[in-house]
């Protein structure tokens, strides 16, 4: 069985540009987290999706991050305009439901110029 | 406070070598407990969930004390290849969101 699936691994951009993530979680989870990662901290998670409702998005910066989770299955997380402070690992994982184990993909490593 | 504290360390061990450390978590309402275990510049995954009465897979052991609300993770017999950071993860019962620790750090010498 696949696991989480996260594109691109590296992304390299000057701030104040736009980018976007995308992940495919495991077939079958209906619950979808996007977290961020910074050095020599655990994973702080921005949204999570059960299906394709955003039930718990408090952390996500909302003036410059969105995300969407379209047919309950794959999703998007995107920041425009990036900044240098945005510069971090940006995990996505999924759970079958929301109350079991998360499974995380690779991560995407965003670096902020 | 945060949610999730852990000691970061690092525990420096050698081969063979017993190591434990704990986690304390905030939300009393908390009803699902996990360690992962994250690898440099790789995701976390999953080492085991923690049960009410306890629970082994192998070398590693998990407790949780929902009384004084903090769980630990032992490993016997430690390996050169359990060097990783333990990552303490707890989810609440209200709102079903998973709080992770900032990790513990696990170095095995040979």
């Known amino acids: 069985e696949a696991g989480v699936v996260q594109s691109p691994r590296y992304k390299i951009i000057e701030k104040k540009q736009p980018v976007a993530f995308w992940c495919n979680p495991i077939s079958g989870h209906n619950t979808l987290y996007w977290y961020l990662q910074n050095l020599g901290q655990g994973p702080e998670l921005l949204i999570r999706y059960e299906n394709e409702e955003a039930v718990d998005d408090s952390q996500l910066p909302k003036d410059r991050f969105s995300a969407e989770r379209l047919k309950g299955v794959d999703s998007t997380l995107k920041i425009q305009p990036a900044e240098l402070g945005d510069s971090a690992v940006y995990l996505c994982?999924?759970?079958?439901?929301?109350?079991?184990?998360?499974?995380f993909g690779q991560g995407t490593r965003l670096t902020v110029v | 406070r945060k949610e999730v504290e852990q000691d970061p360390g690092p525990f420096n061990v050698p081969e063979g070598a017993t190591v434990a450390f704990n986690c304390t978590y905030s939300?009393?309402?908390?009803?699902?407990f996990f360690w992962y275990r994250q690898d440099c510049r790789k995701e976390p995954k999953l080492l085991m969930s923690v049960y009410s009465s306890g629970n082994e897979d192998g070398r590693f052991t998990a407790q949780l004390n929902r009384a004084s609300q903090y769980i630990s993770l032992l490993i016997r017999d430690s390996k050169l290849s359990d060097s990783a950071t333990y990552l303490c993860?707890?989810?609440?019962?209200?709102?079903?969101?998973?709080?992770f620790g900032a990790g513990t750090t696990v170095t095995v010498r040979a």
């Open positions: 939300n009393s309402a908390s009803q699902s």
């Open positions: 993860v707890v989810g609440s019962s209200n709102d079903y969101k998973l709080s």
């Open positions: 994982a999924s759970s079958r439901d929301r109350d079991t184990e998360a499974f």
